[in-house]
Nanobody, 121 residues
Framework: QVQLVESGGGLVQPGGSLRLSCAAS????????MGWYRQAPGKQRELVAA???????NYADSVKGRFTISRDNAKNTVYLQMNNLKPEDTAVYYC???????????????WGQGTQVIVSS
């Protein structure tokens, strides 16, 4: 089975930084597109950033220039470096993997359990 385990969330003051990590197992990580989504109370889940197997990245306009997504295929881990955090970044952050469990298998979406980020003074 596919498991995505997030870590690194917490409470931070405005202007501060956090780095989220997502360790994946059970999926062909090097071929997967990995993403970070977030959901604030009363709002829909939204894409924050994504990185393809080839290393191409995509960011929400609200985080461009502040957040950086990266991946380490040797560690089956994707990261989200978040700098200059703002109160509006407060949300539960979810790791997403879009890929296959075996070579040539069907691609599916998988989700982690989420990690809370609170930006407050």
């Amino acid at each position: 089975q596919v498991q995505l385990v997030e870590s690194g969330g917490g409470l931070v003051q405005p202007g501060g930084s956090l780095r989220l990590s997502c360790a994946a197992s059970g999926i062909i990580f090097r071929l997967a597109t990995m993403g970070w989504y977030r959901q604030a109370p009363g709002k829909q889940r939204e894409l924050v950033a994504a990185i393809t197997s080839g290393g191409s990245t995509n960011y929400a306009d609200s985080v461009k220039g502040r957040f950086t997504i990266s991946r380490d295929n040797a560690k089956n881990t994707v990261y989200l470096q978040m700098n200059n955090l703002k109160p509006e970044d407060t949300a539960v952050y979810y790791c997403n993997a879009e890929g296959s469990r075996w070579i040539g298998g069907p691609r599916s979406d998988y989700w982690g359990q989420g990690t809370q980020v609170i930006v407050s003074s």
